[in-house]
């Protein structure tokens, strides 16, 4: 399981660092990814690490702003995300995908496992 963690409300121009923690299974092996939703929106990809944290995808709207990494242990994730914009506000989800020493990718259906979201909400 996946659990995500660290959002939260914070001004136009703030940063947010989020955690996701992976519990019953190890993910060291596997590529992990990052996605949010907006309300009345779809999900949609922001950020994803590879199974060593050697290469990362970003979407051209967080480029330059938000980086994802692994832990020192590789079974967790995070996204730092700086220079936040209103709309950035979304409910964000970790990802796992099964596929070993795999990753980056960047669609939801090349993740098997999905953490339960973080609201992170950007005020103008």
């Known amino acids: 399981q996946l659990q995500a963690s660290g959002g939260g409300l914070v001004q136009a121009g703030g940063s947010l660092r989020l955690s996701c923690a992976a519990s019953g299974r190890t993910f060291g092996s596997y590529g992990m990814g990052w996605f949010r939703q907006a309300p009345g929106k779809g999900r949609e990809f922001v950020a994803a690490v590879s199974w060593n944290g050697r290469s990362t995808t970003y979407a051209d709207s967080v480029r330059g702003r938000f980086t994802i990494s692994r832990g020192n242990a590789k079974n967790t994730v995070y996204l730092q995300m700086n220079s936040l914009k209103p709309e950035d506000t979304a409910v964000y989800y970790c990802?796992?995908?099964?596929?070993?020493?795999?990753?980056?990718?960047?669609?939801?259906?090349?993740?098997?496992?999905w953490g339960q979201g973080t609201q992170v909400t950007v005020s103008s």
């Open positions: 990802a796992g995908n099964r596929r070993l020493y795999s990753g980056p990718y960047d669609r939801d259906t090349q993740y098997d496992y």
